[in-house]
């Protein structure tokens, strides 16, 4: 259970990407082409939107982004609305695609765009951020999160069946 120093943390953390999101500055981002690291072609968090999106940061060799890779791909499978993006974060692009290769990744991958970058508070990973089909943030999590957690946030929002 999180005690009041954790949920002011996670509370501030939120209202940081939230108001920068919904900022005029914040869409610059949204719409920024970034090289995508699973086929190569350019693409932005505008193109890769749906009724849900889920994205979920990782660096190279982190244990537990791996593991929540493989949440996140057990639920795109239970969850068709459910967009969810790899996003690399303090690495480079050889180091996203060996780890993208090792996961044997079939997601949507993507370097982080600057401007989503400047946007978070720390960046710590894994972070998981899940987004409505408004624009509207629904959950920031940082760390691990379970399969059962996960699928509760999307099923309250409906983002999932």
């Known amino acids: 259970m999180l005690d009041l120093i954790g949920i002011s943390k996670l509370?501030?953390?939120?209202?940081?990407?939230?108001?920068?999101?919904?900022?005029?500055?914040?869409?610059?981002y949204v719409e920024q082409l970034t090289r995508r690291l699973d086929d190569g072609s350019d693409s932005s968090l505008y193109n890769l939107h749906g009724p849900g999106l889920t994205l979920s940061f990782f660096t190279p060799e982190c244990t537990w982004c791996k593991k929540q890779h493989r949440v996140l791909t057990e639920l795109a499978v239970i969850c068709r609305e459910l967009n969810p993006v790899m996003v690399g974060i303090n690495g480079n692009k050889v180091g996203y695609k060996q780890t993208l290769r090792r996961m044997s990744n079939t997601l949507p991958a993507i370097v982080a765009p600057q401007g989503l970058v400047a946007a978070l508070p720390n960046l710590s990973v894994p972070r998981v951020i899940v987004i409505d089909s408004k624009w509207q943030i629904v959950t920031h999590l940082v760390g691990f999160s379970d399969a059962e957690m996960l699928l509760d946030i999307l099923q309250q929002n409906n983002m999932c069946s």
């Open 11 to 28: 509370v501030r953390s939120v209202l940081c990407v939230l108001i920068l999101m919904i900022s005029g500055a914040g869409y610059g």
